[in-house]
């Protein structure tokens, strides 16, 4: 994405009525949160749910 679509972008969501922006946000936050479901499942196929959640929990939080 180039500077003038970020710039762009930025210029729409700001444009939004703050409880669209709030809806666009949990959107993407359950879009990244479905991304690394689905990676670490991938790699750990029998892993359950509950040890699932804590793995997602942990890259969400990771403080590097």
């Known amino acids: 994405m180039t ?7 930025l ?11 709030l809806e666009s946000a949990f959107e993407l936050y359950e879009f990244a949160r ?9 790699q ?4 359950e749910q509950s040890e699932l959640n804590k793995e997602i929990y942990k890259r969400f939080i990771r403080n590097d």
């Not at 500077?3 to 972008?9: A, F, L, R, T």
């Open 3 to 9: 500077s003038k679509d970020k710039e762009k972008h």
């Open 44 to 47: 750990n196929p029998q892993m």
């Open 11 to 21: 210029e729409i969501l700001k444009n939004l009525p703050t409880n669209k922006r």
């Open 34 to 42: 479905n991304r690394v479901a689905s990676e670490i499942r991938r």
